[in-house]
């Protein structure tokens, strides 16, 4: 293949699905914006100046801290949006907000003023569908000890994950997942009750 063939490719597949672009975004802590709240709303902002254009964003939701016990519970958004950059150029201006507001990535999983997922960009599977694989049956316990060198697309925990199925739901319910084919919806749907019980909307609090 001609050097370079397959990057064109890939620019035209992202312009193919670039208005499929998924974030989860979550706080449980102050930042220089303010209030957990704040610093969403704070953050939706600077995506924009960024260039992403937002094309929906969910309710606010109160959700547990993950893992239980590690902080205060967390306020959880989802937003759906267009972006005409690559994805790895989209998780390095997500990472420039992050730090922005006050975030220091000094401990996985841990409390933070704000927490940019960069949960899917339409169909793309990255690196390569045998490494998302690897990542998505990674046991509990190196999850919490171990985070990729590259990014990896899907999210390779989204379907497990309550606090970003409920708000995604509601920006991109028919998004279809490209390795399992199941949608937003019905991943949201396949966890328990006890699981979505404690998403709770903000306003209804």
Request: glycine share 6%.
């Amino acid at each position: 293949m001609p050097q370079g063939t397959q990057e064109v490719k890939r620019d035209i597949q992202l312009m193919q699905f670039r208005s499929d672009i998924l974030l989860a975004l979550g706080s449980n802590q102050r930042s220089s914006a303010g209030t957990p709240e704040e610093t969403l709303k704070a953050a939706c902002q600077c995506i924009a100046d960024a260039g992403g254009v937002i094309r929906a964003i969910s309710p606010f939701y109160a959700t547990p801290c993950f893992p239980a016990g590690a902080g205060p519970d967390y306020v959880n958004a989802a937003i759906a949006l267009r972006w005409s950059a690559v994805p790895e150029t989209i998780l390095e201006a997500l990472h420039r907000i992050e730090a922005d507001l006050g975030r220091a990535r000094v401990q996985r999983w841990g409390q933070r003023t704000l927490d940019l997922d960069l949960i899917a960009v339409g169909d793309m599977v990255l690196p390569d569908l045998q490494t998302y694989a690897q990542w998505r049956d990674l046991p509990l316990e190196e999850q919490m000890g171990r985070a990729p060198e590259q990014l990896i697309l899907p999210h390779p925990r989204m379907q497990d994950r309550a606090f970003v199925l409920v708000p995604l739901a509601d920006v991109a319910p028919d998004w279809v997942h490209p390795v399992t084919g199941r949608s937003v919806v019905q991943m949201r749907d396949g966890l328990s009750a006890a699981q979505l019980a404690q998403i709770r909307p903000l306003n209804a609090l």
